[in-house]
C-alpha cells in the first residue's frame, strides 16, 4: 500500500518542467563555422584570398622599390628623371624593360614628344674588338682624354674612333647582350599589340618603336618624333603654342600605357576566370 501511495503522492514537478524547452543542439566540429570543410582546405585551383592579398603586398613593396631607385637616376647632365615621365618609367622597369632614357617631351629643345628608351643592363665598354685602342689614338689626335672621346664631347672625334673600330667583328660579350635586347624588343612589340587591340586612336597619337643600336624607344608623335634644332635661336610663340596643342595630344597616350603596363604588374601569374576554365578543360582532355 505504501509502495502504491508513493507513486500518486510524489511531489509536482515545475511548470517549466512540463514543456520543457528543445535542447539546444552544440554543433559538430565539422558544422563548426571555424571549421571549414576538409575538402575546401585541399583546393588549389586558384590562389585563396589571403595568398592573393599576400601577393598584392609583396608586388606593392617592390613597387616602392622601384620608385625609390627611379628617384635616385639622373642623366648625363646630372637631371632627374621628369616628373611627366616618372611613373611611365618605374612600371617600365616593374615589368622587367630596364631603362636607359626617357622624356616627358617639350617644346623648345630635345624632342616634343614623350619616349622611353629601353636597353639592357650592364651593356660591354667595347661593341667592337680593339675599339678601346680607337678611341685611345683618336683621343691623342684631337689632345682629349679617351672619355671625352667616348661621349661625343668632340663629334668627329667620336664618329673617326668608330669608323676605325666598326670593321672590326663584334666582341662575344656584346653579341650575348644584344640577344637580351632582342628578347626585350619582342616583349614590347607583344605588349603594344596587346594594348590597342582593341583601341583605336589616331595615328600620330599611337605608340610605336623606334629601332635603335643596342636598344629602343617606344614613342608617339609620328613625324614630329624629330629633335627640335635651336641653332640658338628663340622660337616664335606661335611656334611653342603650336608644339605645346600637339604634346597635350601624345602625353595622355603614354599616360594610358602607363595605366595598361601597372594591370599588367599587379595580374601577373593571376588567371582570368575565362583562362582558368580553358586550363582545366585542356588539362581534362589530356587525362
Known sequence: MENFEKQFNQPKPPEEAKNPEPKQEVPS??????????????STESPTENQKKVEGQEKNLKLEEIRHDVESISDRLGKPIEEGIKETVVMFKA???????????????GLPVPYVEVSPSNEPEERFV????????????????????????????????????????????????????????????NLLEEFYKER?????EK??????VGNFRIHNGGEDYQPIIENGREFSEEEKKARAEKLEKYRPEMK??????????????????RESESKDLETMRKL
Open 29 to 42: 566540429v565539422s558544422e563548426s563555422p571555424q571549421s571549414p570543410p576538409e575538402n575546401l582546405n585541399k
Open 95 to 109: 615589368n622587367e624593360l630596364p631603362t636607359s632614357d626617357s622624356c616627358e617631351g617639350h617644346i623648345e629643345r
Open 130 to 189: 680593339g675599339q678601346n685602342e680607337a678611341f685611345e689614338k683618336v683621343a691623342k689626335k684631337y689632345n682629349i682624354t679617351p672619355e671625352e672621346a667616348k661621349t661625343s664631347k668632340i663629334d668627329e672625334a667620336y664618329w673617326e674612333a668608330m669608323k676605325e673600330c666598326s670593321q672590326n667583328e663584334e666582341t662575344e660579350e656584346y653579341q650575348k647582350w644584344n640577344k637580351e635586347n632582342e628578347k626585350l624588343l619582342a616583349n614590347s612589340h
Open 200 to 204: 583605336q586612336v589616331e595615328p600620330d
Open 207 to 212: 605608340l610605336e618603336i623606334d629601332e635603335g
Open 256 to 273: 594610358e600605357f602607363t595605366t595598361f603596363l601597372k594591370e599588367k604588374y599587379f595580374n601577373k601569374g593571376n588567371l582570368s576566370e
